[in-house]
Antibody, heavy 120, light 107 residues
Framework: EVQLVESGGGLVKPGGSLRLSCAAS????????MGWVRQAPGKGLEWVGR??????????DSAAPVKGRLTISRDDSKNTLFLQLDSLKTDDTGVYFC???????????WGQGAMVTVSS | EIVLTQSPGTLSLSPGERATLSCRAS???????LAWYQQKPGQAPRRLIY???SRATGIPDRFSGSGSGTDFTLTISRLEPEDFAVYYC????????FGPGTRVDIK
């Protein structure tokens, strides 16, 4: 059974940083394109960024609102995906979902989400 | 960036009725990269359709997707009680964008 389990959410001050983890199981993580989608309270879905598999180039892409502040990385030995977002703004508040992109271009599996609140 | 517009914003229907949801793109989208998701309150989204018309694993055949270019449609042939939710379309054209969603609620 595929599982994506996010951790690391919570309350963070504006200007601070957040780091989320996503533990994956039930599939070959090293072959997977992985990413993050977020949802502000009561709002729609917003793509945040993705990282390709090492065989796929291992490169990262990020959405305009987080470009320059976002680092996505992966540890294939531990089947874990990471998100680090710096210089946090109140607009970064929301639920962050870990995703498995399969096939390329859409999100087959989603984690349950990690809530992040940016507030002073 | 490709902008997706969904209509209507809210669709009020009764169980057993047919639902037709529209997704329009600001420029042409490859059919390979158009997907639909269902989201219920407090839950993660669930993919229904990918490649514009391919049903995801385990999705009932009352859900179908169609369209090409800039106009795509999700159809639910006969609404079941568990289908009342918010539906999002999503495209990938180098970058990912989602539509604002259509809420399907009980009339």
């Amino acid at each position: 059974e595929v599982q994506l389990v996010e951790s690391g959410g919570g309350l963070v001050k504006p200007g601070g940083s957040l780091r989320l983890s996503c533990a994956a199981s039930g599939f070959t993580f090293s072959d997977a394109f992985m990413g993050w989608v977020r949802q502000a309270p009561g709002k729609g879905l917003e793509w945040v960024g993705r990282i390709k598999s090492k065989n796929g180039g291992g490169t990262t892409d990020s959405a305009a609102p987080v470009k320059g502040r976002l680092t996505i990385s992966r540890d294939d030995s531990k089947n874990t995906l990471f998100l680090q977002l710096d210089s946090l703004k109140t607009d970064d508040t929301g639920v962050y979902f870990c995703t498995w992109e399969r096939p390329v271009g859409s999100f087959d599996f989603w984690g349950q989400g990690a809530m992040v609140t940016v507030s002073s | 960036e490709i902008v997706l517009t969904q209509s209507p914003g809210t669709l009020s229907l009764s169980p057993g009725e047919r639902a037709t949801l529209s997704c329009r793109a600001s420029q042409s989208v490859s059919s390979s990269y158009l997907a639909w998701y269902q989201q219920k309150p407090g839950q993660a989204p669930r993919r229904l359709i990918y490649g514009a018309s391919s049903r995801a694993t385990g999705i009932p055949d009352r859900f179908s997707g169609s369209g090409s270019g800039t106009d795509f449609t999700l159809t639910i042939s006969r609404l079941e009680p568990e289908d009342f939710a918010v539906y999002y379309c999503q495209q990938f054209g180098g970058s990912f964008t989602f539509g604002p969603g259509t809420r399907v609620d009980i009339k």
